[in-house]
């Protein structure tokens, strides 16, 4: 059955209202048809994401959000990846399940709820009891989130950008620190406080702040922001991956320094931030993005 959000779609803040059941790409580059460039293991997430087993992590093909120095650009524009059915997502769901994932890690799904919820739907009916992870840009709108009511665990979610204007020189979002900040709210209401088994995390939101050069004012006040909301209730990520793509302009073009990182961190331990992870320098690398190469996208007969 086709499912009716994907007419004049408004599944995120673009609410660009293309009728992408007739074929056509909105602001995010896709079709109503799933578009997946990898589903395999990862191990690169936090560790209570990834554990010892693997994330079973979906890359979905297209973005909204769209940012300048997206490390996943031939996926954010939707060229990367293979159309595939509903049933061959759920099929997929199961096939990481078998190899062992911890749980199935959604990445960049909001311009494909309707149909995500159809194959999660697929394979809880087969048995499949994986802890669905929803890894999100923050860019969300409320009533998408509300579909996801019952159905997500884990909300893993980034607060890019604390001021409008650096919002729009990066992702023409003015509108992402309001929008972002009430998708948090949003999300923290649906999940509550952090429930781990072990070192794993079942239930809660944990965000993520990607520091950018030059930008350590911006990521204090995102900070300082999220905080305020949510206090210690949600988990605290402070990542200095950043690895600038060829051709950045300045200060794109550049790693972050030390200083700026250790900085974000002492004031993450004066604002009173209890549970959160930090990362080493050489997660700068761009050996951390997979390969959007199809893996587990197509049944193996097929490949
Ligand atoms: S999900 Fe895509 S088509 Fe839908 S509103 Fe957002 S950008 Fe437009």
Not at 55 to 78: D, E, K
């Amino acid at each position: 059955m086709e499912h009716l959000e994907y007419r004049a779609c408004r599944l995120c803040p673009r609410a660009c209202e293309a009728d992408r059941t007739a074929g056509r790409l909105g602001c995010c580059g896709v079709s109503s048809t799933l578009r997946v460039a990898r589903a395999a293991l990862h191990a690169w997430e936090e560790p209570c994401i990834s554990g010892r087993g693997g994330s079973g992590t979906v890359f979905f093909s297209g973005c909204g959000l769209r940012c300048v120095f997206c490390q996943n650009r031939p996926i954010a524009l939707g060229e990367a990846g293979r159309e595939i059915s509903i049933p061959r997502l759920a099929d997929i769901f199961d096939e990481l399940e078998d190899a062992g994932a911890e749980n199935l890690n959604l990445v960049t799904a909001v311009q494909f709820v309707p149909s995500v919820l159809e194959a999660l739907g697929i394979a809880r009916r087969r048995g499949n009891r994986l802890p669905v992870v929803y890894n999100s840009g923050g860019y969300e709108s409320l009533e998408t989130l509300r579909m996801l009511a019952g159905a997500v665990d884990v909300y893993l979610v980034d607060y890019k950008y604390a001021s409008p204007s650096l919002a729009d020189a990066c992702a023409s979002a003015p509108d992402y620190p309001s929008v972002a900040l009430d998708a948090i709210r949003e999300m923290l209401s649906q999940t509550g406080a952090p429930r781990f088994d072990g070192e794993m995390l079942k239930g809660g939101t944990l965000v993520r702040f990607l520091l950018l050069p030059s930008a350590l004012l911006d990521a204090k006040l995102g900070l300082r922001r999220v905080f305020s909301l949510c206090g210690n209730d949600v988990l605290y990520s402070l990542m200095q991956q950043y690895t600038p793509m060829p051709g950045m302009a300045p200060p794109l073009d550049r790693r972050v320094s030390e200083s700026e990182y250790r900085s974000l961190l002492a004031y993450a331990a004066e604002l009173g931030i209890e549970n959160g992870y930090t990362q080493e320098r050489e997660s700068a690398k761009d050996s951390f993005i997979p390969p959007f190469d199809l893996t587990g996208v197509l049944p193996k007969e097929s490949v």
